[in-house]
DNA sequence: CCTGAGAAGTGGTCTATGCCACTTTCTACC
DNA sequence: GGTAGAAAGTGGCATAGACCACTTCTCAGG
């Protein structure tokens, strides 16, 4: 599989380079330059500087010219497309399993899941990080008798919603909550902060499409790295409604 | 501000359209075809659908075609009110003035209004409370170029947008953001918790029709008495709901 | 000295076109 | 009948050029 050189990718990485090496404010080179320089036609490189301005690391102005954002870690915001998982953020995810068991409810899941606290439950504990940081911690437990053949490749599974309808689970709607608090000891060393750190705890209640409560999800979010950000529109309709708009652009200075 | 209607957008318009029209997985017209149906170039055409791509809305399969997308996951926040305020929990709101001035904006607020440090703004600071119990703290701030003769009376009026339009001033978007935190001192005797306590932390940024920053809001909630709930629904569309997304930042404000 | 008009440079949009890579379908050969 | 391969249709990438909108700077004219 040789290297399917792309030219745009080439020029992203030459101004990540750039990014890199020049302070924030800093104007990077024209774009009509930018197509001498590296021999490239200019929608190219348009293409190439507007990922990175979506992704908050360079900031245009019509008539001005291209710099370097000032914020230079902020990543991109996702929309999460497929499955109904908590928002993400840009980067890299990836997540380390802490606990894997098939274990009671207890009295509080059992509660919320509408089962007697000896009912067995898949329970899963993972870390999740971004770029290899820890972000969150996510607690996840969905009713054996739902699923009762659910192994843990289907729980770590990228579309586990998708795994679910596999094993005949049709997920309809959630009621998800989101409160702040902070870190107690042991969150505080697995995410890596201080104790007492501010926090987001979000709790999700799933349920499917016979009304079944199919899942409890508890994480915790770290407060300093995860932030919820809303764009709302006022317009032609009645609501405060806004159609899915991915960016809030680059902040100028 | 004229509609400068741009092909781009008449396209994504379009294709709106159909992805409401149509059932999810259901393909759309080639790329080459829409461009003979709408009378633009190819590139124009890639660019609406990279941007309904991106928002989840379509998805494209290399030499298969593109289709309207699966499901898409929206999330309602309750908010019960029609305007466009934050998000408010039941009960009775009342409110206490804390400070009121005509003051300069100073480096922070200014930046995230587009002022000068040295511009006046209209400042009020107040405690909200819900039956009476302390619930937030808002600071409320509003250049004085924009509205000159705005009263104390008009910042503390229920419908505060409905008085800016009498101002002239038409507020069309806002950017919120939120994030866990703990009180300070001052914060924790107003809001009658302990020092330390969660806490939510709302930033809104306004901005009018003309594109001017028309207010900056930053509030304090009590992580005890208020939380955030959003329904989420599987397959529904858009529309008529908020949707929330974050992002990581390594520079919080 | 100040001011205003224009030049020059920037990003913003759009066109017309070519070729490549991948998928599906149909066809011709075995 | 089965199968390999060509053909057709799709999105993916890239080019060269044109014109527009906005900002900044310069310089001539007052």
Redesign the pocket.
Known sequence: MAEAI????RVRDYLLELIETHPAGAP??????LCQQL??????I??AVEELVNTGLLV???????FVARAKITQEMVSDTGSMSLPQAGGTWSSRVLEHARIPAGARVGRRLHLSPAADIHYIARLRLVDGEPMALEYLHVPAQVAPSLTLHDMESGDFYERLREHGVHVSEAVQSIEPTVVNDSEASLLGVPVLAPALLFERLTTDAEGRQVEYVHSIYRGDRYRIVSRLTLGASPRNTVDVQARVSGDPF
């Open positions: 792309l030219k745009r990718e990077i080179p024209a774009e009509r330059v021999s490239v036609s200019r929608p190219t348009r293409s245009r102005q019509h008539g001005r010219g291209t």
